[in-house]
Antibody
Framework: EVQLVESGGGLVQPGGSLRLSCAAS????????MSWVRQAPGKGLEWVAN????????YYVDSVKGRFTISRDNAKNSLYLQMNSLRAEDTAVYYC?????????WGQGTLVTVSS | AIRMTQSPSSFSASTGDRVTITCRAS??????LAWYQQKPGKAPKLLIY???TLQSGVPSRFSGSGSGTDFTLTISCLQSEDFATYYC?????????FGQGTKLEIK
């Protein structure tokens, strides 16, 4: 069974940093693109970033370029999102998802709250 | 960046109804469109990709159509479990983009 479990969310002050993790199991992690998608409270879905199987290609939504970094460790079956210079508008549930463009498997999400 | 616009943003329907949700892209995206269903407090669930291909395990009462800029998601006979929010997503080009969502409520 495919499982994606996010962790690392929490409350952080504006300008602060946070690193999200996603532990994958039930499939060959190194064979799939992986993505992060977020959802602000009461709002719609927003694609954030994705990363190729070997990490050689990464894409980001404009609003996080230069602040967020997606990475992966295939030996640990893990996906990461390093978030720096956080802003109030980054407050959201962050979902880890399997796939490059169309994501058929999602984690349960981890909440990031940016507030003073 | 390609913008996705869904209509309506919300509406009410009854069990057994046939409902259609529309999604329009700001420029042509061929058939690079997916539909997701999301229930409160849950992760989205993929329903349809390539505009009309049903994801494995999704009931056949769901169907998708369209290409270019105009797309539709149709639920042929609403069931109680179908009341949720629906999102379209283009994957023709980066940045990937979702529509704002259509909330389907019980009448």
């Amino acid at each position: 069974e495919v499982q994606l479990v996010e962790s690392g969310g929490g409350l952080v002050q504006p300008g602060g940093s946070l690193r999200l993790s996603c532990a994958a199991s039930g499939f060959t992690f190194s064979s799939y693109w992986m993505s992060w998608v977020r959802q602000a409270p009461g709002k719609g879905l927003e694609w954030v970033a994705n990363i190729k199987q070997d990490g050689s290609e990464k894409y980001y939504v404009d609003s996080v370029k230069g602040r967020f970094t997606i990475s992966r460790d295939n030996a640990k079956n893990s996906l990461y999102l390093q978030m720096n210079s956080l802003r109030a508008e980054d407050t959201a549930v962050y979902y880890c998802a399997r796939g490059e463009m169309v994501t058929g498997y999602w984690g349960q999400g981890t909440l990031v709250t940016v507030s003073s | 960046a390609i913008r996705m616009t869904q209509s309506p943003s919300s509406f009410s329907a009854s069990t057994g109804d046939r409902v259609t949700i529309t999604c329009r892209a700001s420029q042509g995206i061929s058939s690079y469109l997916a539909w997701y269903q999301q229930k409160p407090g849950k992760a989205p669930k993929l329903l349809i990709y390539a505009a009309s291909t049903l994801q494995s395990g999704v009931p056949s009462r769901f169907s998708g159509s369209g290409s270019g800029t105009d797309f539709t998601l149709t639920i042929s006979c609403l069931q109680s479990e179908d009341f949720a929010t629906y999102y379209c997503q283009q994957y023709y080009s980066y940045p990937l983009a979702f529509g704002q969502g259509t909330k389907l409520e019980i009448k």
